[in-house]
């Protein structure tokens, strides 16, 4: 079982920043970040490999990066340009198949969530 611990939410004005991090408590291949609006599905925001490689979901395309140090099981999301409309609660999850993509039915270990508000 591998537990995952998010942390770095808070409020923000839009266009500031905000940086999330996930911590996971045992080596996975795959780690990335949801966000769910309140009554809004849950969404795939951006995924990460061991070996690097990255998916983002189109709404966040080239405001958010996702970066990963793999000696700390740690998974980071870096917002810029936030909007009110990011606003949600975001969760870490994670997989140890082989397939990396931000799409919930791949992942088997989840966090708690943290939240992220934007005011316009």
């Known amino acids: 079982q591998v537990q995952l611990v998010e942390s770095g939410g808070g409020s923000v004005q839009a266009g500031g920043s905000l940086r999330l991090s996930c911590e996971a408590s045992g080596s996975v291949y795959c780690m990335a970040w949801f966000r769910q609006a309140p009554g809004k599905e849950r969404e795939g925001v951006a995924a990460?490999?061991?070996?690097?490689?990255?998916n983002y979901g189109d709404s966040v395309k080239g405001r958010f990066t996702v970066s990963r140090d793999k000696t700390k099981n740690t998974l980071y999301l870096q917002m810029n340009s936030l909007k009110p409309e990011d606003t949600a609660m975001y969760y870490c999850?994670?997989?140890?198949?082989?397939?990396?993509?931000?799409?919930?039915?791949?992942?088997?270990?989840w966090g708690q969530g943290t939240r992220v508000t934007v005011s316009s």
């Open positions: 999850a994670a997989t140890r198949t082989r397939i990396c993509s931000p799409q919930e039915f791949r992942f088997d270990y």
């Open positions: 990460m490999s061991t070996g690097g490689a990255t």
